[in-house]
Nanobody, 127 residues
């Protein structure tokens, strides 16, 4: 059974940093892109960042460019999201997800591109 487990969320102040982790179990994921999405209260879930299967190509939504960095360690089946200069607007539940296709980043910013999802981790940024 494939499972994605996020960790690293918490309550921080504006300007602080957090590092989220997404650990996959049940299969290897070295051939699949991985994405991070977030859902703020009262809003739809939205794309934050993604990384190609090889780790060579990162993707970011405009609002986090220059502040967030995505990376992956395929040997450890883990993807990381380093979040710096956090803002209150970053407050949300953060989800990681595994792309449904191997060797593809097609539609990496769309929920429909993903087959497996984690349960989410809460990030709260106070002003």
């Amino acid at each position: 059974q494939v499972q994605l487990v996020e960790s690293g969320g918490g309550l921080v102040q504006a300007g602080d940093s957090l590092r989220l982790s997404c650990a996959l179990s049940g299969r290897g994921f070295g051939r699949n892109a991985v994405g991070w999405f977030r859902q703020a209260p009262g809003k739809d879930r939205a794309f934050v960042s993604g990384i190609s299967w090889s780790g060579s190509t990162p993707y970011y939504t405009d609002s986090v460019k220059g502040r967030f960095t995505i990376s992956r360690d395929n040997a450890k089946n883990t993807v990381f999201l380093q979040m710096d200069s956090l803002e209150p607007e970053d407050t949300a539940v953060y989800y990681c997800a595994l792309h449904r296709e191997t060797y593809s980043s097609r539609g990496i910013d769309r929920e429909s591109a993903y087959l497996y999802w984690g349960q989410g981790t809460q990030v709260t940024v106070s002003s």
